[in-house]
T-cell receptor
Framework: NAGVMQNPRHLVRRRGQEARLRCSPM?????VYWYRQLPEEGLKFMVY????????ESGMPKERFSAEFPKEGPSILRIQQVVRGDSAAYFC??????????????FGEGSWLTVV | AQSVAQPEDQVNVAEGNPLTVKCTYS??????LFWYVQYPNRGLQFLLK??????LVKGSYGFEAEFNKSQTSFHLKKPSALVSDSALYFC???????????FGKGTMLLVSP
């Protein structure tokens, strides 16, 4: 199965710790997206990356959150000094290209972060 | 700004009956619309999309969706519901940059035996 791979699936952190969420896109996909699903809410876009570039981070909180997609290895979503309000499901998605033609965005299984 | 609305938090239907999950959208240009399904504690699975062409789009697991430009709607349908269809369904709109999605809040579909 060459789907979008996320790990860890579940992560528990104490307030003030750091959380790192990893995402490997589908084979052949060079565009990665992170979305957050808060309880009782839909998915909200956070950030869109290509290899070594952040294309759109308009949905990222201004503080404590960062994302990268290095030349080698998975994309990382990093949350520093976590607070209880960061508890959510974080979904990574990937697509083969930007643009409309034939573009479908595929999602991973998600990483559930719980801050205690 | 574009938006997606799913007016029903929950839809209940008996197995074997037809189902409809509603979605309306607002966008200044052409709409590019998607439906995804999410099972408990799982990721989103792509069901179908409308880019252009026929207003009736067929997708996975027997689902289809009807695009209606005049009503700005993209309702998800299935002729005969299964208990296994019970899940959370999201309608989404591709943004003007053609890369990111704006999601509705989701509709929980419950199919009773």
């Amino acid at each position: 199965n060459a789907g979008v791979m996320q790990n860890p699936r579940h992560l528990v952190r104490r307030r003030g710790q750091e959380a790192r969420l990893r995402c490997s896109p589908m084979k052949g996909h060079s565009h990665v997206y992170w979305y957050r699903q808060l309880p009782e809410e839909g998915l909200k876009f956070m950030v869109y990356l290509q290899k070594e570039n952040i294309i759109d981070e308009s949905g990222m909180p201004k503080e404590r959150f960062s994302a990268e997609f290095p030349k080698e290895g998975p994309s990382i979503l990093r949350i520093q000094q976590v607070v209880r309000g960061d508890s959510a499901a974080y979904f990574c998605a990937s697509s083969p290209k930007a643009g409309l033609s034939g573009n479908t965005i595929y999602f991973g299984e998600g990483s559930w972060l719980t801050v205690v | 700004a574009q938006s997606v609305a799913q007016p029903e938090d929950q839809v209940n239907v008996a197995e074997g009956n037809p189902l409809t999950v509603k979605c309306t959208y607002s966008v200044s240009g052409n709409p590019y619309l998607f439906w995804y399904v999410q099972y408990p504690n799982r990721g989103l699975q792509f069901l179908l999309k409308y880019i252009t062409g026929d207003n009736l789009v067929k997708g996975s697991y027997g689902f289809e969706a009807e695009f209606n430009k005049s009503q700005t709607s993209f309702h998800l349908k299935k002729p005969s519901a299964l208990v296994s269809d019970s899940a959370l369904y999201f309608c989404a709109l591709l943004n003007s940059g053609y890369s990111t999605l704006t999601f509705g809040k989701g509709t929980m579909l419950l199919v009773s035996p």
